[in-house]
């Protein structure tokens, strides 16, 4: 059984910084790109960063340089490491797995993690 739990959302004040964690179990872990999204009230979701198998990463524009993703595959666990927070940083955050394995794609969510910036 596939699950990814979220963790670490909170509220903050603006500058601050939290760090996000998504736990993974029931699938190969080290063989999926792990992905941050989040989606605030009223917008689409969107994609905030990647890392791939192999470690190299990816971000949008609005958070480059303030957040940072990790992975450790030995705990089956990927970070979102996130600072210099702004308001426009309030949304859920969605952990994902993907992969695509012989022409079949395979894409698991977590549930989701609140955070707020607010002063």
């Known amino acids: 059984q596939v699950q990814l739990v979220e963790s670490g959302g909170d509220l903050v004040q603006p500058g601050g910084s939290l760090r996000l964690s998504c736990a993974a179990s029931g699938f190969t872990f080290s063989s999926y790109a792990m992905s941050w999204y989040r989606q605030a009230p009223g917008k689409e979701r969107e994609l905030v960063a990647t890392i791939t198998s192999g470690g190299s990463t990816n971000y949008a524009d609005s958070v480059k340089g303030r957040f940072t993703i990790s992975r450790d595959n030995a705990k089956n666990t990927v970070y979102l490491q996130m600072s210099s927070l702004k308001f426009e940083d309030t949304a859920v955050y969605y952990c994902?797995?993907?992969?695509?394995?012989?022409?079949?794609?395979?894409?698991?969510w977590g549930q989701g993690t609140q955070v707020t910036v607010s002063s």
């Open positions: 994902n797995a993907a992969r695509v394995l012989y022409f079949k794609t395979y894409n698991y």
